[in-house]
């Protein structure tokens, strides 16, 4: 069985206004109906543009953010079932790492109060002493010097700062770690090295991660599974592989081509797929399919008017898209006068917005 | 101003400097006291503030005469219209009992930091736990802790709706004439603003990802408000202290003025001193001019350090 499942789970904020009472007006559907699981051992990567609800969905599992519907199921116990304390005393189990090191961090506590104070919660430890030495331990495993313990967050880089969260995670021995952006506030030339980082610590002590990105490529090589979020749901989802080898919905393959490949040759032909328009808001997302106002290969009224379920088309490749089988066997075409066209065998034309169109951002 | 933007911008105070606070961690407090050095206003202002804290101190002991004494009883005569002014011997001249102006002016101080103090300490005090309560009970307490936030604002709200002054002048005349009904007065009129500005500090930090990590730690809820929460909360609180202060030397004075201050004649106070002063103003004004300008000038350093400080803290609040 899976170590996390979620099942139909919806955030849905709502939008309050009023003078005197506080009427509400409207919902903002950060997360609506994400249904995934994630097996043991294993790292599942979310990926998604800025404000697709990756975050919201991320503190949804961990109860930080209340659920509107839907189950949470962690080792066979519906989290959101559990009584408050009950699930305080579960919280060592499950961890989270955050998109921005030095907010996550107390300015005001040294980095031995900041590790030892999930253990004291816990009753990991029996005393002072030993905690420290479980503390030493662990900083050592994540690349920190002995000497950091008394030192205070904003004394250390930002590389530093992510391996401070990540130690204040592992110290706890969790099953499940849920990495938000770990790296996106990072130098790209460390990014590399927290990721390893990551990586090193799953084969050691057989973590799971639900790793969440706004880039395909960060997650690319970490993942086992990936899951393609837009507007508070999934599109697609595949093991890590299958999805790269072929993505199924049109706005993976948007995303993808957004991702650039380091062979020259390979780069100047593949195919680019420019998205007209912004993200709609998802507090008025669109009727049908949630893509269907920057999808190139929309079809008149299903896509409007009926939501693509998320199915699966074998192989545990599941798409949300009513013509994903057409698309692959090129019976759908991408219609050009809706979206900017396909760019395909096209040597040396690089890819150029104009006209109001937009490149799929890779980094948001 | 309305209630409600006036909490509202109380509110908005918090939220800024909190936020602010969180974004470059401590070294926000070395980089404010950086552009503290730099601000001539808050050189200034803490240079008053030094000399009227030492003169507070020292003031007993190096006045020339005693503030009590009618030595020179002899020399003035009210009914005439006869006052000594500056001389040799009294530096301010007499007052209307024949005492020395200046000794009297010197050892006033004393009191006069006595009443802002106490009462500054008695707002933030008062302040800072109901305020603290309400952020903690909307923060972190569900429902229930909605209702006490709820509950606990209006009535803060309500403080908030009457101008200080007429709220502390109402409690002075209910307590009746004494130093103590003064410090409470003064004090009990500026917990609104403590409360709402710990409150509005508190909400914005409960929402912080350091608060966030604690609470997905399983830290229980009562060491997040107490060791994470709160003593991220205070910067906002000491700012208003200094402004606090300013406030309350002058409203001290105004009840004095108004015939409710401390009866006691053997301690000079400066608000004593300038409504005992307005009975003789046709006559010799500089009797009433002393003190009012003690008042003035030390409000207005602790004002200026106050603003320079509040500034500094967050440098979008100018204006
Ligand atoms: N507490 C809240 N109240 C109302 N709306 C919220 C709240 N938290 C998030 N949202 C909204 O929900 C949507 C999803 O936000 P979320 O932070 O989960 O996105 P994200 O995918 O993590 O984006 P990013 O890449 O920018 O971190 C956004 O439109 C956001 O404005
Ligand atoms: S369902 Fe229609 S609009 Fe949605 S992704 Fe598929 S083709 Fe595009
Ligand atoms: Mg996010």
Redesign the interface.
């Known amino acids: 069985m899976s170590l996390l499942e979620l099942d139909d789970v919806k955030v849905h904020f709502p939008v309050k206004r009023g003078v005197l009472f506080d009427r509400t007006v409207g919902h903002v559907y950060a997360v609506d109906g994400v249904s995934l699981s994630v097996e043991a051992g294993q790292t599942y990567g979310l990926v998604g543009e800025s404000g697709c609800g990756k975050t919201t969905l991320g503190?949804a599992v961990?109860r930080?953010t209340d659920i509107t519907s839907g189950r949470v199921v962690f080792d066979g116990t519906d989290l959101a079932a559990l009584p408050d304390e009950e699930m305080?005393?579960?919280?060592?189990r499950?961890?989270?790492v955050?998109?921005?090191p030095?907010?996550?961090?107390?300015?005001?506590q040294n980095i031995e109060s900041i590790l030892a104070?999930?253990m004291a919660?816990?009753g990991i430890g029996a005393n002072r002493e030993e905690r420290r030495e479980r503390i030493v331990e662990i900083l050592r495993r994540v690349g920190l010097p002995a000497g950091a313990l008394s030192r205070?967050?904003?004394e250390f880089s930002g590389g530093q700062r992510q391996r401070i969260?990540i130690a204040?995670a592992i110290v706890?021995e969790p099953d499940l770690i849920i990495c938000d952006e770990p790296v996106s506030a990072l130098d790209v030339s460390i990014q590399a090295q927290v990721l390893n980082l990551l990586e090193e610590l799953q084969d050691a002590l057989g973590l799971t991660y639900l790793v969440i990105a706004h880039d395909l490529a960060v997650v690319r090589h970490i993942s086992d599974r990936i899951g393609v979020m837009y507007l508070g749901s999934l599109v697609e989802e595949a093991p890590s592989d299958a999805l790269y080898a072929e993505p199924r919905h049109p706005y993976t393959r948007a995303l993808m081509s957004a991702v650039p490949v380091p062979d020259p040759e390979v780069e100047d032909n593949r195919e680019r797929i420019l998205l007209r328009g912004d993200l709609p808001s998802p507090a008025n997302p669109p009727a049908g399919c949630r893509f269907h106002t920057r999808c190139p290969w929309r079809q008149p009224e299903r896509c409007d008017t009926e939501r693509p379920a998320l199915t699966d088309l074998g192989d545990g490749h599941r798409v949300a898209c009513h013509y994903a089988a057409e698309i692959a066997d090129g019976t759908v075409q991408p219609i050009r006068d809706l979206a900017p066209p396909v760019l395909r065998d096209v040597p040396g034309v690089p890819a150029q917005a104009g006209g109001g169109e937009e490149p799929v951002p890779a980094a948001s | 101003m309305s209630t409600t933007t006036k909490s509202a911008k109380i509110d908005r105070l918090a939220e800024l400097t909190a936020r602010n606070?969180?974004?470059?961690?401590?070294?926000l407090w070395v980089e404010a006291f950086r552009r503290l050095r730099r601000s001539k206003m808050a050189l200034i202002g803490a240079a008053i503030m030094a000399v009227f804290v030492v003169l507070a101190i020292v003031g007993p002991w190096i006045a020339p005469y005693s503030p009590t004494a009618q030595t020179w009883r002899d020399e003035v005569f009210v009914n005439r219209g006869e006052f000594v002014g500056p001389r040799g011997d009294n530096w301010l001249g007499l007052d209307h009992l024949g005492r020395d102006l200046f000794s009297r002016l010197l050892v006033g101080t004393r009191q006069t930091l006595l009443v802002g103090v106490v009462s500054t300490v008695l707002a933030f005090v008062v302040g800072a736990v109901i305020g603290g309560v309400s952020g903690a009970a909307l923060a972190f307490g569900g429902r229930v802790g909605r209702q006490i936030d709820t509950v606990l604002m209006r009535l803060i709200d309500m403080m908030l709706a009457l101008p200080s002054l007429l709220l502390a002048v109402s409690i002075a005349a209910v307590l009746g004439q004494s130093l103590t009904t003064v410090m409470i007065a003064v004090g009990v009129a500026q917990i609104p603003i403590f409360a709402r500005l710990l409150r509005g500090s508190m909400l914005a930090q409960a929402g912080?990802?350091?608060v966030?990590?604690?609470?997905?730690?399983?830290?229980?809820r009562r060491?997040i408000v107490l060791a994470?929460v709160l003593?991220?909360s205070l910067g906002p609180l000491i700012v208003q202290s200094t402004l606090a202060l300013a406030t309350a030397i002058i409203e001290a004075a105004a009840l004095s003025y108004l015939g409710l201050g401390n009866p006691d004649a053997s301690q000079p106070e400066w608000g004593v001193m300038l409504a005992q002063a307005q009975r003789f103003f046709d006559q010799e004004p500089m009797m009433a001019v002393y003190p009012a300008l003690g008042i003035i000038i030390t409000s207005l350093g602790f004002t200026l350090l106050g603003e320079a400080m509040r500034e500094a803290l967050d440098p979008r609040l100018r204006s």
């Open positions: 503190r961990l930080l305080r005393r579960t919280r060592h499950l961890q989270m955050f998109q921005d030095l907010g996550s961090l107390n300015p005001r104070e999930g919660a816990h205070y967050p904003h969260g204040r706890l | 606070e969180t974004a470059s961690g401590a070294s912080a990802d350091y966030l990590a604690a609470r997905s730690l399983g830290v229980r060491r994470h003593p991220n």
